[in-house]
């Protein structure tokens, strides 16, 4: 670019006066371009509504407010609308997922695990986890706020209630506050710092004119919602974009009933091609109607012919339109026709697997975004309140370290239609070295350090012997036996050609 430059100021004349022939690159024109960016007549009218907005501009409380009341009635009005929202709910939630300590200290990990699976119990928060999911949805975010409640039947008092998105807002905002948009205050580094939440539903009978939302400290709102956009700290429908199309179904099995009864309510009609004659002309001029009887013979009159309405609807496309719609409404949750539809008919083992993999895959998104958005920080609350009332540690949240704050999430298991082969491959997986039992507890939503005490508690034996069992069980091969004797073999000769010093220093091979 430099030389080009360079060029067209020569002798202080422009490149052209020199020769074109010699550059005749440089006054070319760029002709690329995309077609989405050309303004032609359709493409103006097809892209009218397009906006720069940033993300909170773009989720503002009216537009909000306007999707999920439309979502909501679309979720009341379609079962197949309907239907995805539960089932998505059903399928991400489940019987709800189970904590798993991974502190230094079994017994401690043991303590916290039980305790924390009575207190769920006790707030129901399985039940309020799978509410918190159809919200995010239906409505685009679930909030649930940690409160005290005397109410608990638990030692710790903590509780976990929900509120809709309507309630966290901020009545009195002004435009362009910096740090805050409707619901939430920031700090310079964008941490969301203050909830405010309205003390009553705005559509609620009794909400009165209470104007002033309650200030609630971040760290006690547990906001799920699906990050799309940097930026963003509010969120819409999760079936925003097919709003319309279930809409469009709808529509169009009404237009299709109605077609259907318009056609039997009309049991013939009379034509002629003749001009009615002048008795005949204020009777037919009125579209008189007659009762026709069963099984009943007349004669019609000279000149004219009877007919009836045929049934346009439902034509050959009805099943074929219905099918894209539904499958379309499913598809901004990755779920597949046959779960969406609850119909496999068409379906054979291989295309209903491979189906679920998209959709198990999209589970698994949104349930790590629950362990980190609902999940741990509701649980680091709970930890520093069953301390105190349990005296653990002394009673001091602040002596817990962060190795005993270690933890993880077991969800359930994806259901599976093949259960025979699947258990084959984890045999295989296990025997090869793929995976551990641990993690293949962990896949299946279990511990496997309970289990393994409850197994060897029922077949009357140690943890450690039954660990051994278990091993036994998995390496059964004769050559995977072979291998394993051969290293113990080479573990004991180690031990005993290790000179006598360097095992009282501690450095002992061990097998």
């Known amino acids: 670019m430099a030389l080009i ?5 020569k002798n202080g004349k422009p490149l052209r006066d020199l020769g074109a022939a010699r550059y005749p690159d440089v006054t070319r024109r760029i002709a690329a371009r995309y077609d989405a960016a050309s303004d032609i007549l359709d493409h103006q009218n097809y892209w009218a509504n397009a906006d720069a907005y940033d993300a909170d501009s773009a989720n503002s409380q009216h537009v909000r407010a306007k999707l999920v009341q439309r979502s909501r009635y679309e979720v009341g009005n379609n079962g197949y609308s309907d239907g995805i929202a539960q089932t998505y709910a059903n399928a991400l939630v489940g019987l709800g997922p189970k904590l798993r300590m991974q502190s230094l200290s079994t ?23 799978w509410c918190q999911a159809h919200a995010k949805h239906v409505d685009g975010e679930g909030f649930g706020v940690a409160r005290n409640n005397p109410g608990v039947p638990h030692p710790v008092k903590l509780d976990y209630v929900l509120h809709e998105t309507e309630q966290i807002q901020s009545p009195m905002l002004s435009v ?22 309205l003390r009553g539903h705005p559509g609620g009978a009794y909400y009165g004119y209470e104007l002033t939302p309650e200030r609630i400290p971040a760290r006690f709102v547990m906001h799920w919602f699906t990050l799309r956009r940097p930026g963003q700290h509010r969120a819409v429908p999760e079936c925003a974009s097919t709003l319309n199309v279930g809409a469009a179904s709808r529509r169009w099995r009404e237009a299709t009933i109605a077609a259907a009864e318009t056609a039997a309510d009309f049991a013939a009609l009379l034509k002629t091609d003749m001009a009615p004659s002048d008795e005949d002309a204020e009777l037919y001029a009125a579209f008189t109607e007659t009762e026709i009887h069963k099984r009943m013979m007349t004669a019609l009159p000279a000149g004219y012919d009877v007919s009836q309405l045929r049934s346009e609807h439902p034509n050959a496309t009805y099943e074929t339109f219905h099918r894209a719609q539904l499958n379309e409404q499913a598809r901004p949750k990755s779920m597949p026709y046959n779960v969406a539809a609850c119909d496999s008919s068409s379906y054979n083992y291989a295309s209903g697997r491979l189906d679920h993999q998209t959709y198990h895959s999209a589970l698994d998104v949104d349930r790590d975004d629950c362990n980190l958005l609902v999940l741990s920080p509701l649980f680091y609350l709970w930890l520093d309140e069953a301390v105190r009332v349990f005296g653990w540690l002394g009673g001091n949240p602040s002596a817990l370290g962060p190795a005993a704050f270690s933890h993880d999430w077991d969800w359930p298991k994806h259901r599976v239609a093949d259960v025979d082969t699947e258990a084959r491959a984890n045999e295989t997986r296990l025997r090869t070295g793929q995976v551990s039992l641990s993690r293949l507890y962990s896949e299946a939503g279990q511990d496997f350090e309970d289990d393994v005490a409850v197994m060897a508690k029922d077949y009357g034996v140690t943890t450690d012997e039954m660990r051994a069992i278990l091993k036994n069980a998995i390496f059964n091969a004769q050559n995977q036996q072979a291998s394993q004797q051969m290293a113990d073999q080479q573990g004991e000769q180690a031990n005993a050609t290790q000179p006598a010093g360097d095992a009282a220093n501690g450095t002992q091979a061990t097998a």
């Open 107 to 129: 017994g401690f990990n043991q303590m916290v695990e039980a305790e924390w699976q009575r207190w769920t119990r006790a707030v129901h928060l399985r039940r309020k986890l």
């Open 5 to 9: 430059t360079a060029a067209k100021q």
């Open 176 to 197: 362009n506050e910096p740090g805050h948009i409707d619901g939430i205050e920031f700090d310079q580094w964008g941490n969301p710092t203050v909830y405010e939440l």
